[in-house]
């Protein structure tokens, strides 16, 4: 059995740095690897609506039935994955993620 503080992860956000959020570790880590499972490599990138479609079948469905949610998790792993550098974004429109 887990303690509570074991069930909770501290993010940050590329937007506000300095802060930290915490949020519950399973879904956090199932939408963290899904995002960095389909996002390129390389330059330009694929949008955040082309990572959502591609991410969903990905994600646990007990943790995300029916992928509810799941925007406002894709959200918190982008800015924190852009806070720690493991992603970046293209500044177009529509705004592009991929892994440097």
Not at 32 to 51: H, T
Request: net charge positive; glycine share 6%; proline share 8%.
């Amino acid at each position: 059995m887990t303690s509570a503080a074991e069930d909770k992860i501290e993010i940050e956000n590329f937007t506000s740095p300095g802060r930290v959020y915490r949020v519950d570790r399973a879904k956090f880590e199932a939408m963290r690897d899904a995002l960095l499972a389909v996002l390129p490599s390389a330059k330009p990138g694929i949008s955040v609506a082309e990572a959502k479609a591609l991410l969903l079948p990905k994600l646990p469905q007990d943790l995300f039935p029916g992928g509810e949610k799941a925007g406002w998790w894709l959200k918190a792993a982008q800015l924190d994955l852009e806070a720690k550098g493991i992603i970046q974004r293209e500044l177009s429109k529509p705004m592009r993620l991929f892994k440097p």
